[in-house]
């Protein structure tokens, strides 16, 4: 099972609004609706940010948001801010077999 | 507030087991909900490792199968990891989590490092 493949690093100025995509296969991203996001800064633990494609934790705030079309998931982040500047790590069920992938990572730089 | 915290050697030599342990405080994991471990090599992504409900059912990453084994501690209120025959490609920040209901990973502990060097 191969990772599910996103962009090396997206940027945007604060205030501004970037996308970051996950694509997989029917296997996994197309196959559920089980997409998932960590944020990830230097030196920390993943944090949970959306589940279920597009649902937002308690204490998330809404400029995250997630969708789903066909194979690709995406994560959208409005508003941009300083603190938003980490990596981003988008994950899916994968079936009863393989279970879980994530994806291969995403740096957000804050211009 | 549920934590999670990994324990363990930071250092294992080739061809030997890596052991570590997660404890979770602030809930029981008796009360449900699987348990498992993730691992990021320095400088690369995240790659789930395995689960564990309460219950002892386990899942494995079928790359790692062959050489993984989750077991859990109802009585301790924790869960653990052996990996045999490490080499250096298993060098990696190794994280637990919680695995919700439909799939998704939360809270996670802070992650220890885990160096295979002779």
């Known amino acids: 099972q191969s990772a599910l493949t996103q962009p090396r690093s997206v940027s945007g100025s604060p205030g501004q609004s970037v996308t970051i995509s996950c694509t997989g296969t029917s296997s996994d991203v197309g196959g559920y609706n089980y997409v998932s996001w960590y944020q990830q800064h230097p030196g920390k633990a993943p944090k949970l940010m959306i589940y279920d494609v597009s649902k937002r934790p308690s204490g998330v705030p809404d400029r995250f948001s997630g969708s789903k079309s066909g194979n690709t998931a995406s994560l959208t982040i409005s508003g941009l801010q300083a603190e938003d500047e980490a990596d981003y790590y988008c994950c899916s069920y994968a079936g009863s077999y393989t279970l879980y992938v994530f994806g291969t990572g995403t740096k957000v730089t804050v211009l | 507030q549920v934590q999670l915290q990994e324990s363990g050697p930071g250092l294992v030599k080739p061809s030997e087991t890596l052991s570590l342990t997660c404890a979770v405080s602030?809930?029981?994991?008796?009360?449900?909900?699987?348990w498992g471990w993730i691992r990021q090599p320095p400088g690369k992504g995240l790659e789930w490792i395995g689960s564990i409900y309460h219950s002892g059912s386990t899942y494995y990453n079928p790359s790692l199968k062959s050489r993984v084994t989750i077991s859990v501690d109802t009585s301790k209120n924790q869960f653990s990891l052996k990996l045999s025959s490490v080499t250096a490609a298993d060098t990696a920040v190794y994280y637990c989590?919680?695995?919700?209901?439909?799939?998704?990973?939360?809270?996670w502990g802070q992650g220890t490092l885990v160096t295979v060097s002779s």
């Open positions: 989590a919680r695995r919700g209901i439909s799939n998704w990973f939360d809270p």
């Open positions: 602030g809930y029981s994991i008796s009360s449900g909900y699987y």
